[in-house]
């Protein structure tokens, strides 16, 4: 079964630098969720959308932007990167409509952000 | 406000035995629980879930995980631990302050398994 992707896996880049973090979800997905993962913590919510529109925002810096596009993929955009953004990025996707309706979100494997 | 802990930071297993990952939840309302596992350089794999029902729900690999609304603990259990099961496994809840069908998830700190050979 098709899982969700993102791009890049691994990406490294010095401070003060922009990063572009994709998500595709499952299809038949309209929700998208990101989360953070810091060196041995537990993932925290940033922000996710649901049809093309922010529907929950948590701990997430305002250097960061996301947004989710017509296909229902989302990109997560990081501006002025710090050191302490190193981390494990994940995205997640769900079904909320109609027959796609489920309650699990399944994880993408993740983008290892490095900043030097 | 919801969270979850997970009290143990580790558990060891011999190979064969039976494994507990113990997890507590703190929730308004009807809680909705998952396990997820995740092994090394890997994404989170979705293991089972707790949304109404039977208490015991049975998941992926041979987990299951026992709800217990009297002491708000959703354990994971599997009755003989595999040397391949080691990694680390989060128990999660569902945010439901708002009645959001959308809601983000809670994560707990995360237990690593380790089941020796």
């Known amino acids: 079964a098709a899982g969700v992707i993102q791009s890049p896996r691994h990406l490294i880049k010095e401070k003060r630098e922009t990063a572009t973090l994709k998500c595709y979800p499952i299809?038949?997905?309209?929700?998208v969720y990101w989360y953070q993962q810091g060196p041995g913590q537990d993932p925290q919510f940033l922000i996710s959308f649901y049809e093309k529109m922010q529907s929950d925002k948590g701990s997430i810096p305002d250097r960061f932007s996301a947004q989710q596009f017509s296909d229902y993929h989302s990109e997560l955009n990081m501006s002025s990167l710090e050191l302490g953004d190193s981390a494990l990025y994940f995205c997640?996707?769900?079904?909320?409509?109609?027959?796609?309706?489920?309650?699990?979100?399944?994880f993408g494997p993740g983008t290892r952000l490095l900043v030097l | 406000a919801q969270s979850v802990a997970q009290p143990e930071d580790q558990v060891n297993v011999a190979e064969g035995n039976p494994l507990t990952v113990k997890c507590t939840y703190s929730v308004s309302g009807n809680p909705y629980l998952f396990w997820y596992v995740q092994y090394p350089n890997r994404g989170l794999q979705f293991l089972l879930k707790?949304?109404?029902?039977?208490?015991l729900v049975k998941g992926s690999y041979g987990f299951e995980a026992e709800f217990n609304k009297s002491q708000t603990s959703f354990h994971l259990k599997k009755p003989s631990a595999l040397v391949s099961d080691s990694a680390l496994y989060f128990c999660?809840?569902?945010?439901?302050?708002?009645?959001?069908?959308?809601?983000?998830?809670?994560f707990g700190r995360g237990t690593q398994l380790t089941v020796w050979p």
């Open positions: 299809p038949r997905h309209d929700t």
């Open positions: 999660a809840v569902r945010d439901m302050s708002r009645g959001s069908t959308l809601g983000r998830l809670y």
């Open positions: 997640a996707s769900r079904g909320t409509s109609g027959r796609s309706y489920q309650e699990t979100q399944y």
């Open positions: 707790y949304i109404t029902g039977d208490n």
